[in-house]
């Protein structure tokens, strides 16, 4: 996995996203449309899909929300799905840094 990243208005991003097997991978890239700290990132993919995080905080705790425009390529659930396990990691993650 490799990743680009310029979070600011206009910036631009490249993940390349592997299996962990090997097996298949594919880029995910796009530019950021909206940047507020601690409260909201949009960007728009390279195939003009958007998408948008609100973080919204209360009593001590974040709690994150992600609206995507979906792919006509898998099904919507399968989408949701995935971008389930991305929002699953990253909490894993920064719970891990506390």
Known sequence: MTSENDVRVNGKFKNRMEAKDGSFGFDFEGVYDKVELFKELAYSMTDGRKVSTV???????????????????????????GWQVILNSFSNYVESKN
């Open 55 to 81: 973080f919204t905080e209360k009593d001590g705790k974040t709690t994150l929300s992600t609206v995507f425009d979906a792919e006509s390529e898998n099904e919507v659930e399968v989408q949701k799905q």
